[in-house]
């Protein structure tokens, strides 16, 4: 079968017969790409499996309609793990890369190897399901695996000229005040979103003083993570386009805005996980990093309304966009309804 015949729409952004050249020249197998399906998971980026002389591969690439920033972000992903390949923090191992669009034609890519793990947002092993202690150290899991990346020294891998860690925590309000006003070119009003200022304001009159920088990864929760099927151990953290030097405190931050409060049973992401119940608490999850980590807790409500503020603002994003036509009306409201949940979260939390 000819990579041509292979086309479908099921790999829409996936030039086959181009990616098997480029394979070829990079010294990854040879012959037919085969048995190609999407990945799920994300709304922007695409990603793909398939075999190649009976080797697994996942390809990454920006989406379908890429924006300005799209090949950068997936660049900047390719430089971080490349430069984890040595440490212990579980992701997947980076095959190889193509910096530049010409393959595909409108976007750059790379290949990982696959991850054997379960995406708890979406699914649960048969284990995981029969099993309350199992889904409980799951949560513990998560924390641990958050520890093992502010162990990494960034100097020591060569990611200490990664992103702007002076003056981090001051930028913040401001640029995700930006950001909301920049939806205005898209017709958005901006009052879609209560108590946008009153949490901006707190923000700024109660900002703790600069911690030590460390490498965060920028979009820390649940969606994020592969467990292996048969346990409760995290086996990959996923999806470092967002990764940066900067405070690590935001990733715990980012991790409880969305997590299950005690006895809910359900989270602000919906997963099933948190569905399945007996999972650990966010309390729980504190203690396990203040008993494990060497950072001060002081101050973590400051971080929890911070990544309440600024994922919210982000997904809005997908809201506005869906306003415009760019995105599914469907998937534009459940994103305006998380916005709505984070920030009720973040009021609460001031309160």
């Known amino acids: 079968m000819t990579g041509t015949a292979r086309r479908g729409p099921d790999v829409i952004g996936l030039d086959l017969p181009a990616v098997e050249r480029w394979m070829d020249s990079a010294g990854l197998g040879s012959g037919p790409v085969s048995h190609v399906r999407p990945v799920g998971g994300g709304t922007q980026n695409l990603m793909y499996r398939f075999e190649r002389d009976g080797i697994g ?9 890429p924006r300005p920033e799209s090949d950068d972000a997936l660049r900047r992903e390719m430089t971080v793990l490349r430069a984890l390949g040595d440490t212990g923090v579980p992701h997947p191992r980076l095959l190889g890369g193509c910096e530049t669009p010409e393959v595909l034609g409108d976007s750059v890519f790379f290949l990982m190897e696959p991850v054997d793990g379960i995406n708890a947002m979406v699914a649960l092993s048969p ?3 029969a099993s309350v202690d199992i889904r409980h150290r799951m949560g513990l899991s998560v924390v641990d695996a958050l520890l093992t990346l502010d162990a990494v020294d960034p100097d020591e891998i060569g990611l200490g000229g990664m992103g702007r860690p002076d003056g981090f925590l001051e930028r913040q309000v401001r640029r995700w005040l ?12 901006g009052n879609e979103i209560p108590g946008v200022d009153t949490i901006a304001e ?4 109660h900002r703790p003083p600069a911690a030590d920088p460390g490498l965060m990864h920028g979009d820390f929760h649940l969606g994020n993570l592969m467990f292996t099927p048969d346990s409760s151990k995290v ?21 409880l805005a969305v997590w299950a409060d005690a006895g809910a049973r359900t989270d602000l992401m919906g997963s099933r996980l948190a569905e399945a119940g007996g999972i650990a608490t966010p309390d729980e999850l504190i203690a396990r990093y203040a008993a494990a980590g060497t950072r001060s ?3 973590l409500d400051w971080y929890r309304v911070l990544a309440c503020f600024k994922l919210g603002i982000v ?6 966009r869906s306003l415009a036509g760019l995105a599914p009306p469907e998937l534009g409201f459940e994103m305006h309804t998380r916005t709505l949940q984070l920030f009720e ?7």
């Open 57 to 65: 591969y996942v390809l990454r690439r920006g989406p379908r309609h």
């Open 127 to 129: 284990d995981q399901q």
């Open 178 to 189: 930006d950001q909301l006003d920049s939806y205005r070119r898209m017709g958005y009003s």
């Open 202 to 205: 707190w923000l700024d009159c």
């Open 235 to 255: 086996v990959a953290i996923v999806d470092w386009e967002m990764c940066t030097i900067g405070d690590p405190l935001l990733d715990l931050g980012w991790l």
């Open 297 to 299: 807790l002081e101050h």
């Open 315 to 320: 997904l809005e994003g997908t809201y506005v």
């Open 345 to 351: 979260r973040a009021h609460r939390l001031i309160e």
